[in-house]
Structures are given as C-alpha cells and as structure tokens.
T-cell receptor
Framework: DAKTTQPNSMESNEEEPVHLPCNHSTISGTDYIHWYRQLPSQGPEYVIHGLTSNVNNRMASLAIAEDRKSSTLILHRATLRDAAVYYC???????????FGAGTRLTVKP | DTAVSQTPKYLVTQMGNDKSIKCEQN?????MYWYKQDSKKFLKIMFS???????INETVPNRFSPKSPDKAHLNLHINSLELGDSAVYFCASNGGGETQYFGPGTRLLVL
C-alpha cells in the first residue's frame, strides 16, 4: 500500500510561514497527492492537491519534489485558526481510495 | 447550507444493540463514503458507494451495512454493537473531482 510519513507535530508562530513535510516514497506514477486538515471536533476539510507541478490556491501552496517522493504544504502566514491536524494523503489511481496517515498536529502560537 | 450532514451528532448505546447513522448530501454528488476515526485519530475508509456500486473495505465486519435510499443519502447500519465500535464516523461525498466533502461526524460510544 502506498503510505505517507509526516512528523507527529509542529509548532509555528502566528503570522509566520509554515512548511509541513510529507514523504511518500512508494507513490505510483498516477497517484494524486492530497492535503486535508481537521480542526478540533470537525470533519476533514480539503486544502489542496497536486500530481506533479506545484500548486497554489487561496488556502495554501503545495510543493512537490521532482521525483514525487515527497511534498510540502506551505501556509504562507499561519493564523490561530490554522491550528489543526494536517493529513497528507495519496489518492490511489487504481481505485480512487484515499489513505489517511496519522497527520501532523500543527500548533500556532500567538 | 450544510453540504454534508449527519445525524445524530452523538450516539451512546449499549453493547449488542443495533443502531443507524444517517448521512445526507445536498451537493448532487454521485459518490458517498463512510470513514471511521478511532481513538488514535486514524481515519480509515469503510465503504464507498457510487451509482449503486458498493465497494467495501475488506477489514470492515459484516455487522456494518450501508444503505442508500437515494443518491443523496447513505446511511450506516450497525448490528450487534461492540465496545470496539466506539469511534467517530464520518460521511463524505465526491462529485467526480478530486475533492471529498466531509460531514461533521457522529461520535459513537458503546458501553
């Protein structure tokens, strides 16, 4: 099974950028890389996804390594509302399943 | 408007009981899912349901059965509840794109 590896936790200061890393060394050529986040007591929320090229949207940026074995979610200016568990997920191309890992718990300090 | 809703939000019940959790999506999506999030916060897919095709995660006990009365609903029925079924259950939907929309979760506690 394709799996992802993320740090258990990270801390950031408010208004500073945050780089959340993810390793997915067993990724297949057509698996998409997704990021979701889960705020306390809520369901997961889509953040961003990509295949090969870096991606930007209003929430974040996704930087994908050239060999696709790792990626980094970038929050450009962390706010207190960004405190959540961030999941790096591979959407498997053969069955569209999304396999969630343990995620990274991001703490944002004022 | 809530895109994906679940009821109830909390469910406390005794071992051996049968219970259902309801899920509704108003997004017009064709595919719906059920996930289980255990105490260690791991999210695992249980079922996906698309145009009456059910794909089951082979690790899910057959005490769990999804029921879809129409495209907007995918309910989860659980027979003979066990202590280990205590978890948060999330419903989600997908309209064919890359994004899944999750409901707020149902917190099930089996005593």
């Amino acid at each position: 099974d394709a799996k992802t590896t993320q740090p258990n936790s990270m801390e950031s200061n408010e208004e500073e950028p945050v780089h959340l890393p993810c390793n997915h060394s067993t990724i297949s050529g057509t698996d998409y890389i997704h990021w979701y986040r889960q705020l306390p007591s809520q369901g997961p929320e889509y953040v961003i996804h990509g295949l090969t090229s870096n991606v930007n949207n209003r929430m974040a940026s996704l930087a994908i390594a050239e060999d696709r074995k790792s990626s980094t979610l970038i929050l450009h200016r962390a706010t207190l509302r960004d405190a959540a568990v961030y999941y790096c997920i591979l959407r498997l191309s053969d069955n569209n399943d999304m396999r969630f890992g343990a995620g990274t718990r991001l703490t944002v300090k004022p | 408007d809530t895109a994906v809703s679940q009821t109830p939000k909390y469910l406390v019940t005794q071992m051996g009981n049968d219970k259902s959790i309801k899920c509704e999506q108003n997004l017009g999506h064709d595919t719906m899912y059920w996930y289980k999030q255990d105490s260690k916060k791991f999210l695992k897919i249980m079922f996906s349901y698309n145009n009456k095709e059910l794909i089951i995660n082979e690790t899910v006990p057959n005490r769990f059965s999804p029921k879809s009365p129409d495209k907007a609903h995918l309910n989860l029925h659980i027979n003979s509840l066990e202590l280990g079924d205590s978890a948060v259950y999330f419903c989600a939907s997908n309209g064919g794109g890359e994004t899944q929309y999750f409901g707020p979760g149902t917190r099930l506690l089996v005593l």
